[in-house]
């Protein structure tokens, strides 16, 4: 047989441009992803997964992954396995506890061990790699709904879109909660398009995928039913048998792949077999005997409880809530999402639905976002937008759509013709530069409808604008004034003291010096004595204290700040 001839053509400039374009995006994101994240404090929850995910490492035992599970813990803790004179406090109390993951944390970073800054630093990087393979990810999956033209766009959003950077940045689980869930559903659209067969090496990489997202975030079991809602729903080639027998095939591959994932899950829980460990008292019973993860199950009764009642009282638009509010995650989409994508969402949405020719792919998009909303809604766990991030990439998944061939030449208002791959170059550039605007602060995001940044504290606080990273721009800031200390309301679990700072502190949350204080302020509220204070935008709002009790800083509440560190620590200059 002859040989078979090698395809020796060059790619098209139009793929070279698409390789270098990406080439750049990458770079760019990656020095703005490392310089910002150099200059952020440890934020309020980092020490806890930091902690949690070394000991994992270490110790092979789980039992902190209570609310978290172990893998992204795991991956931002790697990196410190080159630091092998790490300490950890296995000898504290705080080890036996059930969620002494708290006074672990605390011990670990502060107290047993003395270079936060390397240990912080390292920790965080792999968190920047699950961003770039989120966009990645993006990339291949746009490309496969929308074409070669719509991977670039895709690429783009996810890269720099400020509260996916915001969060691609920190040693959290957030990110990676949000790329394996992306992950998982993009992949089970990629099963669901054989419809007259099993096609078992896809069925296999989905159901990795699924166990990837449960094991990165609890909160990725609100996929489950969202994607179950969507394998019975006549999106994909049609079956020659029917529709209903379609939709039971992929439901039977949805359901056989969550009972793989959970061998993966367990896997990822180290094969963890020990007794219950239920709090409620229906399930405590369950308690005498023994099974696989018992972690994995008292995780996921204790988020059960928590959307429930929430874990503190839930602030919104200068309005407190014990049981949350409806509006909060939609008010946060609206002030926290740049103001380009505000109107190409919608304006996508109208495009890629109205045509025949796009509207399945659109819906498969549309409805996980839609639906994944819709479940935040209803959780008492008001603490921060990034609890929604998960729906956020299937938007921006859809706005690369408007590259689309099928979206090409489309007229706007009737009569203007607009062409989809510029207006979708035109988006990603806007995006673009409101990073490289708000670059360093990526948390503190407001877009200008909502006052921006500056006035971001008073739609809404915690890890949405104050989430403790900008201690060391205080640091700075007071060198810079020539301020030789302040009073320290402070908000965040790092500790002030191991930066030098010279400060007395004032009510505050996340360490006790200042939690203390709520009751016993040590200055006048009614009429603050001079000073310099700096009060971060979390603390100022009281959140420990009832609505009528909320009078130790309204004195403060009531006035401009003098200065701003950051946007979340708020100076006052009280002569």
Same mark, same amino acid.
């Given at each position: ?32 992803? #490392? ?48 630091? /092998? ?13 059930? @969620?002494?993951w708290y006074e672990f944390a605390d011990l670990f970073l502060w107290q047993y061990n003395h270079d936060v800054d390397r240990i912080v630093f390292l920790a965080r990087l792999p968190v920047v790699l699950l961003l770039i393979g989120l966009a990645l990810t993006g990339y291949r999956y746009a490309r496969a709904l929308w074409g070669a033209s719509a991977g670039l766009p895709a ?6 879109? /400020?509260?996916?950077?915001?969060h691609g940045r920190y040693a959290t689980t957030d990110l990676g909660g949000t790329l394996f869930t992306f992950l998982a559903t993009a992949l089970l659209w990629r099963l669901w398009q054989a419809p007259g067969r099993w096609n078992w090496r896809r069925w296999a990489w989905a159901a990795l995928a699924v166990g990837l997202a449960i094991g990165s975030k609890m909160t990725a079991? *609100? ?18 048998? *029917? ?16 009972? &793989? ?23 405590? +019973? ?12 008292a995780g996921v009764e204790q988020i059960a409880r928590l959307g429930g009642s929430g874990r503190s009282q839930s602030f919104l638009l200068g309005r407190f809530s014990d049981s949350g509010f409806v509006a909060y995650f939609p008010v946060a989409f609206a002030v926290k999402t740049p103001l380009v994508l505000l109107a190409a969402i919608p304006l996508a949405a109208v495009w ?98 909502? *006052?921006? /940044? ?7 606080? %915690? ?40 400060? @007395?502190?004032?009510?505050? #949350?996340?360490?006790? &010096? ?7 302020? +040590?200055?006048?509220? @009614? ?43 708020? #100076?006052? %200059?009280? /002569?």
């Amino acid at each position: 047989m002859a040989p078979t001839r090698l395809d020796t053509r060059r790619p098209g400039r139009a793929a070279v441009a698409r390789v270098w374009l990406a080439t750049a995006a990458l770079l760019l994101f990656f020095f703005l992803a #490392i310089d910002s994240l150099a200059g952020d404090s440890p934020t309020m929850d980092e020490q806890n997964h930091i902690a949690r995910g070394l000991a994992f490492l270490r110790t092979g035992d789980p039992r902190l992954s209570l609310e978290h599970p172990p893998l992204v813990n795991a991956l931002s803790a790697l990196p410190l396995l080159t630091m /092998p004179e790490l300490r950890l406090p296995t000898d504290h109390a705080s080890w036996e506890r059930r @969620e002494g993951w708290y006074e672990f944390a605390d011990l670990f970073l502060w107290q047993y061990n003395h270079d936060v800054d390397r240990i912080v630093f390292l920790a965080r990087l792999p968190v920047v790699l699950l961003l770039i393979g989120l966009a990645l990810t993006g990339y291949r999956y746009a490309r496969a709904l929308w074409g070669a033209s719509a991977g670039l766009p895709a690429l783009g959003l996810l890269l720099f879109e /400020p509260n996916l950077l915001a969060h691609g940045r920190y040693a959290t689980t957030d990110l990676g909660g949000t790329l394996f869930t992306f992950l998982a559903t993009a992949l089970l659209w990629r099963l669901w398009q054989a419809p007259g067969r099993w096609n078992w090496r896809r069925w296999a990489w989905a159901a990795l995928a699924v166990g990837l997202a449960i094991g990165s975030k609890m909160t990725a079991l *609100g996929f489950v039913p969202i994607w179950g809602v969507l394998a019975l729903l006549p999106l994909y080639p049609a079956a020659e048998r *029917g529709q209903a027998r379609a939709a039971g095939r992929r439901l039977a591959q949805l359901a056989t792949a969550g009972l &793989a994932a959970l061998v993966v899950l367990w896997a990822i829980y180290g094969f963890q077999w020990g007794p219950f460990q239920f709090i409620s008292p229906v399930l405590q +019973p369950l308690n005498s005997v023994a099974g696989p993860m018992p972690t994995f199950w008292a995780g996921v009764e204790q988020i059960a409880r928590l959307g429930g009642s929430g874990r503190s009282q839930s602030f919104l638009l200068g309005r407190f809530s014990d049981s949350g509010f409806v509006a909060y995650f939609p008010v946060a989409f609206a002030v926290k999402t740049p103001l380009v994508l505000l109107a190409a969402i919608p304006l996508a949405a109208v495009w890629l639905l109205g045509d025949g020719r796009t509207r399945r792919r659109a819906l498969f998009l549309l409805l996980p976002a839609l639906l994944y909303f819709a479940i935040t809604m209803v959780s008492a766990l008001n603490i921060g937008y990034r609890h929604a991030l998960p729906a956020l990439p299937h938007l921006l998944a859809l706005v690369a759509g408007l590259a689309a061939p099928e979206a090409a030449g489309r007229r706007l208002f009737g009569s203007v013709a607009l062409g989809g791959r510029r207006l979708a170059a035109a988006v990603v550039a806007v995006v673009i530069a409101v990073a490289l605007w708000i670059h360093p602060h990526y948390l503190s995001y407001f877009n200008l409808a909502a *006052g921006g /940044p500056a006035n971001g504290y008073r739609v809404l606080i %915690d890890s949405n604008v104050d989430w403790g990273q900008d201690l060391l721009r205080l640091r700075d800031w007071m060198a810079a004034t020539g301020t030789p200390s302040v009073r320290l309301g402070w908000f965040g679990t790092a500790d002030p003291g191991y930066y030098g700072l010279a400060y @007395e502190p004032l009510p505050g #949350i996340g360490r006790d &010096a200042f939690f203390r204080l709520w009751w016993a302020p +040590p200055f006048n509220p @009614e009429q603050p004595e001079p000073g310099v204070y700096a009060i971060s935008a979390t603390s100022l709002w009281e959140t420990p204290l009832r609505p009528e009790e909320k009078r130790v800083y309204a004195w403060f509440r009531a006035r401009e700040p003098s200065a701003r560190v950051g946007y979340s620590i708020l #100076i006052y %200059d009280v /002569p």
